[in-house]
């Protein structure tokens, strides 16, 4: 298998705002917020759905993959209902291998709502349900080790079981590749995000608000600088200022699609380092690599939802 991506296996609900809500709610544009399963329902109650479809960060990234005609697999935990039977089937519809085994379990499948406001960005408020109780049994070395990359997602890093699985997918893969995720993650595990960036990862992705973070810096060209130093391959995404990669000491990068009509950012990251890591298992150049992650990034913030 070329990409195995592990991540929490959310399924979307997808819902159209006005800047008010989000104020009334006392959220944050443009970030993710975690809440339980009755603040997720009370939120709701209040919205109408434009759509449900099985999601999560690396999920959609894999998709992504998959469209593009390239073998790859997710592990990600749901429970045995009907959610989660919606998950599995919807990676299955698009050839991925689902390859972890639905149990019943005590949560159900986690949900996450994405509210799109008038200026086309999206603000996530996420129950993770059965997701977040990934642990290091649903994490097959066999599955790692035969995979030349394993994708990860910084939303999976938090304390207990999630991060041993982390930790177990780390310690056992050829390659591993993963995304900062969101700003609430940065700022959440800044010192053991670096420490992963500097010490355990091949290929990160990472905005350039999230970038900025992490690494304590406000000038983005002082940031550049720094991040050559660690010998990395860092991706940086950019928006209108299109994307810049940095592969051990330089730096390659490419412009943003221009005229775009743009109806929703969910997924540009996701689809953008989808095509990235195409052309990296494909023996593209790292700018053939950039091109096509801007391709395909550009293709999603067009439609509603982050599956094209």
């Given at each position: ?14 819902c159209?705002?006005?800047d008010?809500?989000i ?9 993710m917020?975690?809440?339980?399963e ?6 709701l ?39 989660g039977q ?61 995979s ?13 079981d999630?991060k ?9 893969s ?31 992705f ?8 992490l ?10 600088s ?20 940095i ?23 996701d ?27 550009s ?10």
């Open positions: 298998m070329k990409i195995l991506g592990i991540g929490n296996a959310i399924v979307d609900v997808i159209k705002v006005d008010s809500f104020e009334q709610n006392n959220l944050t544009k443009s970030t917020k975690l809440i339980n009755i603040e997720f329902k009370t939120l109650s209040s919205l109408t759905i434009e759509q449900t479809i099985s999601g999560g960060s690396v999920a959609n990234s894999i998709v992504g993959l998959s469209q593009l005609g390239n073998n790859v697999g997710f592990i990600g935990k749901v429970n045995n209902d009907e959610l919606k998950y599995e089937d919807g990676l299955l519809k698009e050839n991925v291998k689902y390859l972890y085994s639905k149990k019943n379990e005590s949560i159900a499948t986690g949900t996450c709502l994405i509210l799109i406001t008038p200026d086309s960005e999206r603000t996530m408020c996420t129950f993770l349900g059965t997701a977040g109780k990934i642990n290091e049994n649903d994490i097959d070395i066999k599955t790692i080790k035969s030349d990359i394993t994708f990860l997602e910084g939303y999976l890093w938090d304390e207990g999630p041993k699985a982390f930790e177990k997918a780390i310690n056992n050829n390659k591993v590749a993963m995304s900062l995720s969101d700003l609430f993650c940065v700022e959440r595990h800044k010192d053991q995000f670096f420490d992963l960036v500097r010490n355990k990862l091949d290929i990160i990472a905005n350039e608000q999230e970038i900025l973070s690494v304590e810096n406000t000038s983005f060209d002082n940031t550049i720094f991040l050559k130093s660690l010998n990395k391959n860092i991706v940086i995404t950019r928006g209108e200022k299109g994307a810049v990669a592969y051990k000491n330089e730096v390659f990068e490419c412009d943003a699609k221009k005229d775009l009509k743009i109806i929703d950012l969910t997924g540009a990251g689809l953008f380092a989808a095509g990235y890591l195409h052309g990296m298992i494909n023996k593209m150049s790292i700018k053939e690599s950039l091109i096509k992650g801007t391709e395909l990034s293709k999603i913030i067009q439609k509603i939802g982050a599956r094209i």
